[in-house]
T-cell receptor, first 117, second 115 residues
Framework: DTGVSQDPRHKITKRGQNVTFRCDPISEHNRLYWYRQTLGQGPEFLTYFQNEAQLEKSRLLSDRFSAERPKGSFSTLEIQRTEQGDSAMYLC???????????????FGEGSWLTVV | AQTVTQSQPEMSVQEAETVTLSCTYDTSESNYYLFWYKQPPSRQMILVIRQEAYKQQNATENRFSVNFQKAAKSFSLKISDSQLGDTAMYFCASDGGTSYGKLTFGQGTILTVHP
């Protein structure tokens, strides 16, 4: 059984370029989340999918950010026209839907580090 | 809005001793879950322990236990018999009563276990 995998693990890009991160959740997990974590801080919620539907987006997710989960399996997070303030670790997580039970365990990936220079 | 506060940026402990990490939170919900996550250096975040607000009994997982004070909105983590592998950043988090995994995290506490 593999955990949540993210690719690439590290990305250095020039300001203004577009970047895309991919997340493969644990198989059979129908909930998928993206969080952002800056150095020395706790993760901040960005967005949430249940199957292929994007059900919530944080105000942190500006117009330059878009996330998709086209077939309810893997997900991509694209950042257009990157800015230095986008430098952070982007964490993907997944969980299963157990009859709307609260407190489901959320499993995190190792994250994708983005450095914008 | 929900807030989670960890007031100890760094803690250290000797191997085999006990350490307590503090966390306070604020939510208007009556039922919610609280979590402690561990993030070792350059490693993924893993769940250490969770507590349902409706349960009076404090959660325990082997060497890890919590002291949940609902009225005070306090949720501390006690690590007994500390091991070198416990060295990590520890995050307190709350789901704010959502039925899905929207977590609000604290700022984290760096714990160093010394031999």
């Amino acid at each position: 059984d593999t955990g949540v995998s993210q690719d690439p693990r590290h990305k250095i890009t020039k300001r203004g370029q577009n970047v895309t991160f991919r997340c493969d959740p644990i198989s059979e997990h129908n909930r998928l989340y993206w969080y952002r974590q800056t150095l020395g801080q706790g993760p901040e919620f960005l967005t949430y999918f249940q199957n292929e539907a994007q059900l919530e987006k944080s105000r942190l997710l500006s117009d330059r950010f878009s996330a998709e989960r086209p077939k309810g399996s893997f997900s991509t997070l694209e950042i257009q026209r990157t800015e230095q303030g986008d430098s952070a670790m982007y964490l993907c997580a997944s969980s299963s839907l157990e009859g709307q039970v609260m407190g489901n365990t959320i499993y995190f990936g190792e994250g994708s580090w983005l450095t914008v220079v | 809005a929900q807030t989670v506060t960890q007031s100890q940026p760094e803690m250290s402990v000797q191997e085999a001793e006990t350490v307590t990490l503090s966390c306070t939170y604020d939510t208007s919900e009556s039922n919610y879950y609280l979590f402690w996550y561990k993030q070792p250096p350059s490693r993924q975040m893993i769940l250490v322990i969770r507590q349902e607000a409706y349960k009076q009994q404090n959660a325990t997982e082997n060497r890890f236990s919590v002291n949940f004070q609902k009225a005070a909105k306090s949720f501390s983590l006690k690590i007994s018999d500390s091991q070198l592998g416990d060295t990590a950043m520890y995050f307190c988090a709350s789901d704010g009563g959502t039925s899905y995994g929207k977590l609000t995290f604290g700022q984290g506490t760096i714990l160093t276990v010394h031999p």
